[in-house]
């Protein structure tokens, strides 16, 4: 975020976020050849939107955004973290993280917590933490946390699993530990992030390649509706729920299938009358996001950002019309952005509920969108909205 809080440049200044460790960890000074700072971004997702979990196709990016340790290992088995934004420090031993505290430290010992069950090592830490992603956008801050976590309990390198190992285990950290029945996209783009590419992921088979989207002349500018997403673990279960029940009335009819990634829009339309409407609403959506996400590739691949943008608010729409997950304030951050010449595409991203839109933009129209915005979005909600240009950027690494 462009703010020029103290907090904020620390998630980008290694030397400065290991000065903030040794001040507020004096014990880590005599070890402090071992300290290292490792880091993991948020993410937007283009689009592919609630189709994870059902199997099917995502397409997020890994942002300039994120969350850094610095941490020193200790082979005492104990996690004290501090955040380096007000003091606060929490601790738990790796080996018996307990129940959720609810507080931000359970993302870390969500992954204590997995690595556990999976018996995989752990060490110890004392750490600092920084962020400059904002947290209840949409953008991932948790599966940040949760990663960059997971290699602060490494002893500050990559977790010694292969990396789609990782994603699934911090899949079981949120699920077993959070609470929130989640699929694997968020994890996924931090943990493969790569600069300047967005990742193309099959949530079923778990291929994935490396997209060049965006030319030098396109921008990706997120807004933030200044209202946090009240992603109620509820609500998304909920809709996690409504999908399960569609497969299972729709395997009752069309044995085989597993997922609504295997469910064709013949399929759908054959056995409509025998689902509940609301049923028909959820797998429509999945079925057609998906498609979505393949014609939004070949879109890229072909250059025609006309239909980049056009799936773009279809995406949208069905977000808001059959998935409801939308909310009147990213309503109208679609509608300023749609109107404003050179924008390309614009679309709720992450579960909803709030949150963040993500917005395809021409260059040298991202001063008109920030200008329309920050001047429509006040007098029509009444809330201060946030506009920022966000870089596809690397995954989770160690930065010193
Ligand atoms: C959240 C979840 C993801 C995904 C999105 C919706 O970000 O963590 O797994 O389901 O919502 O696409």
Not at 48 to 65: F, M, R, S, W
Not at 127 to 135: H, K, N
Not at 283 to 299: C, G, K, N, P, S
Request: aromatic share 4%; charged share 20%.
């Amino acid at each position: 975020m462009p703010e020029h809080t103290e907090h904020v440049d620390l998630a980008r200044n290694p030397d400065a976020l290991t000065a903030k460790l040794l001040d507020l960890h004096p014990e880590v000074r005599e070890r402090s050849a071992d300290i290292r700072v490792v880091h993991a971004p948020g993410r937007v997702n283009l689009i592919g939107e609630h189709t994870d979990y059902n199997e099917g196709y995502v397409l997020p990016v890994a942002i300039d955004l994120g969350i850094a340790i610095a941490l020193a290992p200790t082979d005492d088995g104990i996690v004290s973290l501090t955040l380096a934004e007000n003091g606060d420090t929490q601790t738990f031993v790796a080996a018996a993280p307990g129940e959720r505290r609810h507080t931000w430290i359970d993302y870390v010992a969500g992954m204590a917590f997995a690595f556990g069950e999976a018996g995989l090592p752990m060490r110890g830490f004392r750490g600092v933490l920084a962020s400059d992603l904002p947290q209840g956008a949409g953008l991932s801050s948790s599966a940040a946390l949760e990663v960059v976590g997971a290699w602060a309990l490494s002893g500050g390198q990559a977790p010694a699993v292969d990396p789609m190992r990782l994603v699934h285990l911090v899949k079981r950290g949120e699920n077993g530990y959070i609470g929130l029945n989640n699929g694997i996209m968020d994890q996924f783009a931090s943990i493969f992030g790569e600069p300047g590419r967005a990742l193309l992921l099959d949530c079923r088979s778990l291929d994935h390649r490396a997209i060049q989207l965006v030319g030098d002349d396109l921008a990706l500018v997120a807004c933030h509706s200044g209202s946090p997403r009240r992603l109620e673990a509820s609500a998304y279960n909920e809709r996690r729920s409504q999908c399960d029940a569609a497969v299972e009335a729709i395997a009752g009819l069309e044995p085989g299938v597993t997922a609504l990634r295997a469910v064709t829009p013949a399929m759908l339309h054959a056995v409509r009358d025998r689902l509940s409407p609301l049923a028909v609403r959820r797998a429509t959506h999945v079925v057609e996001e998906d498609q979505r996400v393949l014609d939004a590739i070949a879109a890229f691949e072909a250059g025609d950002l006309a239909e980049v943008g056009r799936l773009f608010y279809a995406s949208h729409a069905s977000l808001r019309d059959l998935y409801d997950v939308s909310s009147p304030e990213l309503d109208t951050l679609v509608e300023i952005a749609r109107a404003t010449p050179g924008v390309i595409g614009a679309r709720l991203t992450g579960a909803g509920f709030g949150g963040c839109t993500i917005n395809l933009v021409h260059r040298d129209a991202v001063p008109a969108l920030r200008e329309a915005v920050l001047r429509d979005y006040p007098a029509r909600t009444g809330l201060t909205p946030r506009v920022f240009e966000v870089a596809a950027s690397a995954g989770a690494r160690r930065i010193a």
